[in-house]
């Protein structure tokens, strides 16, 4: 199911989520409601891409630590496994107008679907007068103010905590919940942490201290523990190292990357593992320029995603643990509606910056307004984006019919209008 999962996750996190969201809840009824929010609310706060951690975290559910391990990697491979393959033809031949085309449409499907997760989550999330407060406030924090994403689910939390009223039952502990205890989870985190820093001590035994493989494993083990707000949040800073301090890739290679990230399946934060392609194809010694790139991208791929199924796979039977107080309840509901107004976030962002080229902005003190320029829009994106939200609202076309017919149709579109 999670590799199905990671086949069908298109369109960064909110997509993700929405495909989860109907594979563990609706379609399988693995999961409650309320345990997938539960779940969700608890990555939200964690550094690290959201949407892999869920699916470790639904994976646990189900089957404990083996369970987590096997879902959130079968998250990660497909996409992983693309982005290598794209990342090997962009270095071999600078050419990816097929990839493009392929996935054209694609991107005008994911707006409908991150459109019904926004509906999904929303009508569970949004019960109360706070609740909406929360959503509308994280929306206008994130989009106007630019506030950092961890000070927005922070502040939600602190003020569910402060107003949140008694309502109804509280949740009720699963019986079956593993039980934990402080020595536990020592060993988890320390085997945790053991497998996360054994290729990068590897790679500092029997490789130059200065090799590429050496300083990508340092520079994306930061990354992976400071990583909050998903990869859109992180690509100023991975972008001054990766472009002007390490040389491992240009601007103009940075916002390709970030493309083919977007239009392949799997976490938005797979944009790291093409640059780390790139610095492995451009340093490759002691290797070949290809073995040198795919060490390099596993390496990338390894330590970025290593922290989060730790992060899981120790603090999940806690959480579980925690699930009837009712205080953490009133916190993890506002972090819940917080979350809607972050989806909707990413919903206007990407709606903007993929049916329009062109997009300006007015600024009042520390208010920030993006608008798109009306010219710039692309037609047939837009159509296709209407024909996805057909198939999606009024036929309830799964998730595959809808990206597999958007795709066919962005690659018709290529073809006939070049």
Same mark, same amino acid.
């Given at each position: 199911?999670?590799?199905?999962? /990671?086949?069908?996750?298109?369109?960064?996190?909110?997509?993700?989520?929405?495909?989860?969201?109907?594979?563990?809840?609706?379609?399988?009824?693995?999961?409650?409601?309320?345990?997938?929010?539960?779940?969700?609310?608890?990555?939200?706060?964690?550094?690290?891409?959201?949407?892999?951690?869920?699916?470790?975290?639904?994976?646990?559910?189900?089957?404990?630590?083996?369970?987590?391990?096997?879902?959130?990697?079968?998250?990660?491979?497909?996409?992983?496994?693309?982005?290598?393959?794209?990342?090997?033809?962009?270095?071999?031949?600078?050419?990816?107008?097929?990839?493009?085309?392929?996935?054209?449409?694609?991107?005008?499907?994911?707006?409908?679907?991150?459109?019904?997760?926004?509906?999904?989550?929303?009508?569970?999330?949004?019960?109360?007068?706070?609740?909406?407060?929360?959503?509308?406030?994280?929306?206008?924090?994130?989009?106007?103010?630019?506030?950092?994403?961890?000070?927005?689910?922070?502040?939600?939390?602190?003020?569910?905590?402060?107003?949140?009223?008694?309502?109804?039952?509280?949740?009720?502990?699963?019986?079956?919940?593993?039980?934990?205890?402080?020595?536990?989870?020592?060993?988890?985190?320390?085997?945790?942490?053991?497998?996360?820093?054994?290729?990068?001590?590897?790679?500092?035994?029997?490789?130059?201290?200065?090799?590429?493989?050496?300083?990508?494993?340092?520079?994306?083990?930061?990354?992976?523990?400071?990583?909050?707000?998903?990869?859109?949040?992180?690509?100023?800073?991975?972008?001054?190292?990766?472009?002007?301090?390490?040389?491992?890739?240009?601007?103009?290679?940075?916002?390709?990357?970030?493309?083919?990230?977007?239009?392949?399946?799997?976490?938005?934060?797979?944009?790291?593992?093409?640059?780390?392609?790139?610095?492995?194809?451009?340093?490759?010694?002691?290797?070949?320029?290809?073995?040198?790139?795919?060490?390099?991208?596993?390496?990338?791929?390894?330590?970025?995603?290593?922290?989060?199924?730790?992060?899981?796979?120790?603090?999940?039977?806690?959480?579980?643990?925690?699930?009837?107080?009712?205080?953490?309840?009133?916190?993890?509901?506002?972090?819940?509606?917080?979350?809607?107004?972050?989806?909707?976030?990413?919903?206007?962002?990407?709606?903007?910056?993929?049916?329009?080229?062109?997009?300006?902005?007015?600024?009042?003190?520390?208010?920030?307004?993006?608008?798109?320029?009306?010219?710039?829009?692309?037609?047939?994106?837009?159509?296709?984006?209407?024909?996805?939200?057909?198939?999606?609202?009024?036929?309830?076309? /799964?998730?595959?019919?809808?990206?597999?017919?958007?795709?066919?149709?962005?690659?018709?579109?290529?073809?006939?209008?070049?």
């Amino acid at each position: 199911m999670s590799l199905k999962v /990671g086949l069908l996750s298109f369109g960064g996190p909110a997509a993700q989520i929405s495909v989860m969201h109907q594979e563990f809840v609706e379609n399988r009824k693995w999961l409650s409601e309320e345990r997938f929010l539960h779940a969700l609310n608890y990555c939200m706060l964690l550094p690290g891409p959201e949407a892999q951690q869920l699916a470790t975290y639904c994976g646990w559910l189900s089957g404990r630590t083996l369970g987590g391990l096997i879902s959130g990697l079968l998250f990660i491979l497909p996409g992983a496994i693309a982005m290598a393959i794209v990342s090997y033809v962009y270095a071999a031949f600078g050419e990816t107008s097929l990839i493009a085309a392929v996935f054209y449409g694609v991107k005008a499907g994911v707006l409908a679907i991150v459109l019904q997760a926004l509906m999904k989550i929303g009508k569970k999330a949004l019960r109360t007068r706070l609740a909406w407060f929360l959503c509308a406030a994280s929306f206008c924090a994130l989009f106007f103010a630019a506030v950092p994403f961890p000070f927005v689910i922070l502040g939600a939390a602190a003020i569910g905590l402060l107003l949140g009223r008694e309502s109804g039952a509280p949740p009720e502990i699963d019986p079956g919940a593993a039980p934990t205890t402080l020595l536990k989870t020592l060993r988890t985190v320390l085997a945790g942490i053991l497998i996360w820093v054994a290729p990068p001590i590897a790679a500092m035994l029997f490789l130059a201290p200065g090799n590429v493989l050496v300083e990508i494993a340092e520079f994306f083990s930061l990354l992976a523990v400071v990583s909050f707000g998903g990869a859109y949040a992180l690509l100023s800073y991975m972008a001054q190292v990766a472009v002007e301090t390490k040389s491992w890739i240009t601007a103009g290679e940075m916002l390709d990357g970030l493309g083919l990230a977007e239009t392949t399946p799997g976490p938005l934060i797979l944009v790291t593992q093409f640059v780390g392609f790139l610095g492995g194809w451009r340093d490759p010694d002691p290797f070949s320029p290809l073995t040198g790139a795919l060490l390099a991208a596993a390496m990338t791929t390894w330590v970025t995603f290593a922290p989060s199924f730790l992060f899981v796979l120790a603090g999940a039977p806690w959480m579980e643990r925690l699930r009837g107080n009712r205080k953490l309840a009133h916190a993890l509901s506002a972090i819940t509606a917080a979350v809607a107004g972050t989806i909707l976030n990413l919903a206007v962002w990407f709606a903007l910056h993929v049916l329009f080229s062109e997009t300006g902005t007015l600024t009042f003190g520390p208010f920030e307004i993006t608008w798109p320029e009306p010219g710039s829009l692309d037609p047939v994106l837009a159509g296709i984006a209407l024909g996805a939200a057909g198939l999606v609202f009024v036929l309830k076309r /799964g998730i595959a019919t809808v990206l597999a017919v958007t795709a066919l149709l962005g690659l018709l579109a290529n073809f006939v209008l070049g």
